[in-house]
């Protein structure tokens, strides 16, 4: 799924580990690094951490901070060789001045050589395991490159078998590793590589004035026939995980035409798409024509769709305005004024279920759900599917007062979105961010007929990767 860069410059680079040409000459000639001190083991983190080292290797011993261009970063080995540090200089476009040096470590280093004895060149898939790199692995030399950095190892691989080639259990593996991906994809500080590489960033809160003046609608034809169309609306995803569409063929499947524009949907036991409309004996109450107060879908499976698309067909009823908000924006003032239920919140499950059409749906997520390694802010709010809680009895009340303050800022008229959908009108939100709902319509005077389909998640950042990483190379 992760379209980096550093990935895209492994086939580019990967001739260049094994090769001498005579085009490609290093900078300095190759010397042995003296370990002076013993090795000391590090974890793999410690690659986004800029610590000084007092202890380096004196310039003059190593040739490596009289470098004859000036463009290329200076390359620093700790004493113990436990840490490779790198710094770009201010002139290049990989400095940052907030985190100037990349501190990276051998293991790290080795295990993530791109070369193709290392990652299969079509599959770009790894030939080793990181189990098999030696914990006391050293730098024996380093040359620098306009293309990117060397590094001669020490050691060979451990617990090579077999079905592997014997040289991979032999010391002098040779790796170069493009300065994109050790300073651009790798470098910096962990929400840098979140933000450059899985193009994650903070979203845009949002309430009805903010959204009355940001609303994004796209033209069918713009949306579906041009990649600026389409990055228009990943980016609005990203941004306000809410935008429309206007002109859209009042066909039956267009909703899902609309949607493999951005990844596959996704199947659930309603369908690949499904009808939204009041109909007798509904078993969901989205198919009556009763209110249906702000939540978000299918919260009881382990998975939610990250997507919801819902295509206007039909719509000539009295009433059934939808209503959308920004749940991130109930969490901020939640957490702002409330930090105490802030906190029960993100700690105590809540059940989501469905029992019905011979369906027993079932799963505890907490109504806030924090994941820092990715970047992420997840919010869980259903009451139309929400079960009986699972919680001791002395802790109920707490929950509820929590709740209750939450459920306060997701009713607050100031904060919602309304729009009432016309025939030829879809919406596309993120499901596990913008809270959905519609006001009750009277089905006696006219019809109402929206046709719906999901996508996961991953397909949409699938898809926002991919379509940035073309517009940045200069496809489109």
């Known amino acids: ?281 509904a078993k969901n109450i989205a198919y009556t024509n009763l209110n249906l107060g702000l939540h978000m879908d299918l919260l009881y499976l382990e998975a939610p769709p990250g997507l919801q698309l819902l295509h206007s067909l039909e719509n000539s009823v009295p009433g059934g305005t939808s209503i959308f908000m920004d749940s991130f924006k109930a969490v901020e003032l939640l957490k702002k004024e409330h930090p105490q239920d802030f906190e029960i919140l993100t700690r105590t499950p809540t059940t989501f279920h469905y029992r019905n059409a011979d369906h027993h749906l079932h799963y505890n997520r907490p109504t806030i759900a924090l994941d820092s390694m990715n970047d992420t802010l997840t919010v869980n709010y259903s009451p139309p599917f929400q079960g009986p809680l699972e919680l001791p009895a002395d802790e109920v009340k707490p929950f509820y007062t929590a709740l209750k303050r939450f459920a306060s800022y997701v009713e607050r008229p100031d904060l919602q979105y309304r729009h009432t959908m016309r025939p030829g009108e879809c919406m596309v939100f993120a499901n596990r961010r913008v809270l959905h709902a519609r006001t009750a319509f009277d089905p006696t005077k006219g019809k109402r007929h929206l046709k719906g389909c999901y996508v996961d998640l991953d397909m949409y950042k699938d898809k926002l990767r991919t379509t940035v990483q073309a517009k940045e190379d200069g496809l489109f």
């Open 1 to 281: 799924m992760l379209f980096s860069s550093s990935r895209r410059l492994v086939a580019r680079n990967s001739a260049l580990v094994a090769r001498h040409s005579p085009a490609v000459r290093p900078l300095f000639p190759t010397r042995p690094l003296p370990c002076l001190a013993p090795f000391h083991t590090t974890t793999a983190r410690s690659l986004h951490n800029s610590v000084p080292s007092p202890f380096s290797i004196p310039a003059e011993e190593l040739d490596l901070q009289r470098q004859p261009q000036p463009d290329l970063p200076t390359i620093t080995i700790a004493q113990d060789c436990a840490s490779v540090i790198v710094t770009p200089p201010q002139s290049s476009k990989f400095y940052r001045p907030h985190h100037p040096s990349t501190t990276l470590n051998p293991i790290w280093l080795r295990d993530n050589c791109p070369c193709p004895k290392c990652i299969h060149p079509s599959t770009r898939q790894k030939l080793h395991a990181s189990s098999q790199v030696p914990l006391d692995i050293t730098v024996s030399s380093v040359q620098i490159y306009p293309e990117g950095l060397e590094l001669t190892w020490s050691k060979g691989l451990e617990d090579v078998g077999d079905w592997e080639e014997p040289a991979k259990a032999k010391p002098g593996h040779k790796s170069l590793y493009p300065w994109e991906m050790i300073l651009g994809s790798y470098g910096g500080s962990p929400s840098d590589h979140r933000r450059e590489t899985r193009r994650n960033k903070q979203p845009v809160l949002w309430d009805d004035k903010s959204m009355q003046d940001n609303v994004l609608w796209l033209s069918y034809d713009e949306y579906m026939n041009t990649p600026e169309g389409l990055l228009k609306g990943l980016k609005q995803l990203q941004d306000y995980g809410l935008f429309f569409l206007k002109d859209v063929p009042t066909k039956d499947q267009e909703v899902a035409t609309v949607a493999e524009r951005i990844g596959h949907l996704r199947h659930t036991f309603y369908g690949r798409t499904w009808d939204v409309k009041s109909v007798p004996e």
